[in-house]
């Protein structure tokens, strides 16, 4: 993503072009939307092989550890201040 490119604005494409796909290749997944909130984080490349090598076993590896506990988990050992009612709205 280019640094003039606003996260939000790439968030906001993302959901948007990905809820279309969605809806137009499975119709009967009516009810699929997004949540209003989203974190982003960067990965340097040097890291990149660890985080598709993650992607790749996410599935089994949220059979263990859930989403939420994992994200929160992220977020405590970068020292990311949050606010915890806001976290899964």
């Not at 506990?69 to 709205?89: G, Q």
């Amino acid at each position: 993503m280019h640094a003039t490119v606003a996260v939000s604005d790439a968030v906001r494409e993302v959901k948007a072009n990905s809820s279309r796909w969605i809806h137009e290749t499975w119709p009967d997944k009516g009810s699929f939307a997004w949540q209003r909130c989203y974190g982003a984080f960067s990965v340097s490349e040097s890291n990149s092989g660890s985080v598709r090598q993650y992607i790749a076993g996410q599935a089994e590896h949220h059979r263990v550890v859930t989403y939420k506990e994992e994200f929160v988990a992220f977020l405590e050992k970068h020292n990311v201040e949050y606010e915890p009612k806001w976290v899964w709205e």
